[in-house]
């Protein structure tokens, strides 16, 4: 669904793009995935709802981007757990499978941004697996930049079937980090990077790593300049959301 190629190099993740890349046909049949082992369906779901909350956020999207990515955040996140527990529950793995689809679609044209751009360090420096580190560092970006796309919040959490009433957009905003956490939890993934055996002194590298990803980092409805990126890494670290 895109032009995009990741290459991973000696300490970092680049990006090669190009319309060569597209192709002509693109067949989605989610019985292929059936098979999927438990952590990858867990790991390649987070990494599409990320595809789709990013994509619903950034700077670029539009109303079309947003049709598509609220839908996809709707599937993915009521079908994941479906999907990661029970393989072969047909109905779970095409919701996904469109899910992801549709998030596809919404990123291209959208771009994703600061959870990407702070993930690719930790596949760089660290081999952590793409969707594994999206999925790490997904609720405490968020937990950061909320308050700069607080109205989205509240429409991700409607698409999320969160139980809102009688909350404000600080509030809503809040709770749906913390689903997000605890969503990630759900699917058997580390959720801090003490459990990938990094130490606290690795920050100022991953700091200094994720401020080259400028093309993912413009996107961003907040600026996440290094004092932002640092605190999201000593979150991440920790393991604290919201406060």
Known sequence: MTDISVFSLHDTKD?????????????????????LP????????????????????????????????????KLISANIKKAVFDGKDAQAR???ALGSLLAGISFYNAGVAGVHGLSYPL??????P?????????PYVYDNIHEHCGSKMVEIAKAMEINIDH???????????????????DVDLKTTLKEYDISQAAIPDLVENAQKQVR?????????DEKAIEDIYINSYEGKVNG
């Open 167 to 185: 909350l404000n957009e600080g509030e809503i905003s809040k709770l749906v980090v913390r689903e997000l956490l605890q969503l990630v939890e």
């Open 216 to 224: 993912l980092l413009a996107r961003s409805p907040k600026t996440l």
């Open 38 to 73: 438990k952590k990858v369906t867990a790991a390649s779901g987070i990494d599409a709802l990320t595809h789709a909350i990013e994509s619903y956020t950034s700077k670029f999207s539009s109303p079309i981007t947003d049709l598509l990515a609220l839908k996809s955040i």
């Open 130 to 138: 793409h969707g594994e580190s999206n999925a790490l560092l997904l």
């Open 123 to 128: 596949g760089g420096l660290y081999k952590i």
């Open 94 to 96: 095409e919701n996904m």
């Open 15 to 35: 990006v090669i793009s190009h319309p060569y890349l597209i192709a002509d046909y693109v067949i989605v049949d989610f019985a292929l995935t059936y098979t």
